[in-house]
């Protein structure tokens, strides 16, 4: 069982950044290395990959993300962090994490490939 708690939401003016921490529980010791994902869903829409990362070190990005969030991690907290620059209204969102076992290059994006999730933080970009 993998815990993850996520922060750092809250409102932004357009152009603002912001930076979003996912907090995880230790991985099960079976697990090497794994991936954690961010994902979004907006008001009326799908849930959606933003940004993956692979323990290991690869990283995979949503294309129209690219260049504006960062997805990073801290290995000696198990904390991963989704740094977001230039915001746009249309960013406004809930963002979740997710966590699964093993390795994947690239990380995915599929939202059914994780097992595990945090409940949530609400950002909002005002234009």
Known sequence: QVELTESGGGSAQAGGSLTLSCAATSSPSRYTNFCVGWFRRAPGKEREGVAALDSNGPLNY??????????????????????????????????????????????????????????GTQVTVSS
């Open 62 to 119: 949503a294309d129209t993300r690219k260049g504006r969030f960062t997805i990073s991690q801290d290995k000696s907290k198990n904390i991963f962090y989704l740094q977001m620059n230039n915001l746009e209204p249309e960013d406004t969102a809930t963002y979740y994490c997710a966590w699964k076992g093993g390795g994947w290059k690239p990380p995915p994006l599929d939202e059914n490939s994780y097992n595990y999730w945090g409940q």
